[in-house]
């Protein structure tokens, strides 16, 4: 099982960015999905998570502003990351869990400038 992270990259603070994570094999519909992010010198933190159901849940810091979805079709999980604050700044890695499984995968750094 691979997960392939990608679309971060430099914005203005108040832009837009979406992040995908696929991933291959065949029990992603299983599993739980979730993004996090670790800022330089801090921990890796959980950013947003959307369970197999479509349940979801997101860090106090970015409701209202990140929206996580699921495409079982493109075994793919997303993060549409609105209204940006240089806050937001870190490496986002995407995680996929199951009940005996847990994969990570590579991050892709998302920069906001003031």
């Known amino acids: 099982v691979q997960l392939q992270a990608s679309g971060g990259g430099s914005v203005q603070a108040g832009g837009s960015l979406r992040l995908s994570c696929a991933q291959s094999?065949?029990?992603?519909?299983?599993?739980?999905m979730g993004w996090y992010r670790q800022a330089p010198g801090k921990q890796r933190e959980l950013v947003a998570a959307?369970?197999?159901?479509?349940?979801?849940n997101y860090a106090d810091s970015v409701k209202g502003r990140f929206t996580i979805s699921r495409d079982s079709a493109k075994n793919t999980v997303y993060l549409q990351m609105n209204s940006l604050k240089p806050e937001d700044t870190g490496v986002y890695y995407c995680?996929?869990?199951?009940?005996?499984?847990?994969?990570w995968g590579q991050g892709t750094q998302v920069t906001v400038s003031s």
């Open positions: 995680r996929s869990v199951g009940i005996r499984n847990d994969y």
């Open positions: 959307i369970t197999s159901g479509g349940s979801t």
């Open positions: 094999g065949t029990i992603f519909s299983l599993n739980a």
